[in-house]
């Protein structure tokens, strides 16, 4: 489940840093997305992999939380939380938010199945207008709001599941577990601002 974790961290923040292209402007950012649809291969490879890894990682998550209410069926008469942080302790039901916030992401700018207006258009370059689509979905504040939300539950999970995960695979040690403590918050951190940052620029009309 660490591994599948980690490896799903990883794809966050490229993502994130691919669509910060979007203040480049629309060569930049069509470019990009033109530039992944012209490998094939190895976008259906990488997206074959995402949801393999994601799917287990939902898998393993259930399992464990079902081995984990077997282990002690009744629950704690009290309950008093010494180092547990809030992310920590909204784990399942970040990651459940954040499940449907995939879903629904990938329905909308993906796929175009929510809003289909901007599915197959194209700019004055020929290119897929990714970029028009983005600035055409920022613009309604119920998806503004959506997605604000969306970002809420991601940045509580990376907050405690990068720190978990390196802790998991072992990686501890007396002069680093401070550092290695404030990673899963800095990352998550600088991923949410970075898509935030996307999402207000449109909405604000900083980018049109």
Known sequence: MALTGLGLVVYVVFHMLGNLQL?????????????????????????????????????????????????????????RYRQASIASRTMAISGMALLLFVGFHLLHLTAGVIDPAFADRRDLEGYRDVYGKVVHAFQNPFMVTLYLA??????????????????????????????????????GVIVVLGNVAIILAVFLGLVR
């Open 23 to 79: 203040f480049e402007g629309p060569h930049a950012l069509n470019s990009y997305a033109a530039f992944l649809r012209d490998m094939p291969i190895l976008l259906w490879a990488a997206r074959i992999g995402l949801l393999s890894m994601a799917g287990l990682h939902i898998g393993l998550a259930l399992q464990l939380s079902i081995r984990n209410y077997r282990a002690r069926p009744l629950e704690y008469t009290i309950h």
């Open 150 to 187: 969306g970002q809420l539950g991601l940045g509580l999970h990376l907050s405690h599941a990068i720190a978990s995960s390196v802790q998991t695979m072992g990686f501890e040690h007396a002069a680093l577990n401070r550092l290695l403590k404030s990673l899963g918050p800095v990352i």
